[in-house]
């Protein structure tokens, strides 16, 4: 994947805030009511995250649903 994909840079920003919490992807995933495996891709920039998703990655990670964009172009 392209270090400058925008499915790259978001996994990039949600791993960054994952780790600053502390949280491994197992406890992401438990607090977002989503799959480890689908963090996982998200990360990685394998998955193109829908909506719903990112709105509940924000509320796990305790942040705005725009913060998750700020490394975006």
Do not use: C, W
């Amino acid at each position: 994947m392209p270090a400058h994909s925008p499915k790259f840079l978001f996994g990039k920003s949600i791993r960054t805030l994952r780790e600053e919490r502390g949280y491994s992807q197992e406890e992401l995933a438990e607090r977002a009511g989503l799959h480890r495996n689908y963090v996982g891709g998200i990360e990685r920039g394998e998955r193109n995250v829908g909506l719903e998703n990112i709105v509940k990655l924000a509320k796990a990670l305790s942040v705005k649903s725009r913060d998750l964009f700020e490394s975006l172009p």
